[in-house]
């Protein structure tokens, strides 16, 4: 079992850049496949971008290719994503997920554990 807590949140303007970091308690954390996805306000969650458990593979939702980055650190337990080029529209509370197994998906329902959330706010 691992508990993803998440931080770096914080307000931005567009064009900036800001880096997530998740961090998640527990002895197994490499068995892992780990997600990221938003929730801004009024809509519904929404996938961002995924890492396998060795890190070889990723997955990019077509709104963040290019902009964000997903990298993963097993032996500090942490997974990183770097948001590059941020516009309005990236304005959500974003959460980190974990999912049990090699491959990541981009299917909320398939992730077993989720943090809190926090808050990324990109001004115009």
């Known amino acids: 079992q691992v508990q993803p807590v998440e931080s770096g949140g914080g307000l931005v303007q567009a064009g900036g850049s800001l880096r997530l970091s998740c961090t998640a308690s527990?002895?197994?954390?490499?068995?892992?496949?780990m997600g990221w996805f938003r929730q801004a306000p009024g809509k519904e969650r929404e996938f961002v971008i995924s890492i396998s458990r060795s890190g070889d593979n990723t997955d990019y939702a077509d709104s963040v290719k290019g902009r964000f980055t997903i990298s993963r650190d097993n032996a500090k337990n942490t997974v990183s994503l770097l948001m590059n080029s941020l516009k309005p529209e990236d304005t959500a509370v974003y959460y980190c997920?974990?999912?049990?197994?090699?491959?990541?998906?981009?299917?909320?329902?398939?992730?077993?554990?989720w943090g809190q959330g926090t808050q990324v706010t990109v001004s115009s």
């Open positions: 527990g002895r197994t954390f490499s068995n892992y496949a």
């Open positions: 997920a974990a999912r049990r197994g090699v491959l990541p998906t981009r299917v909320e329902y398939e992730y077993d554990y």
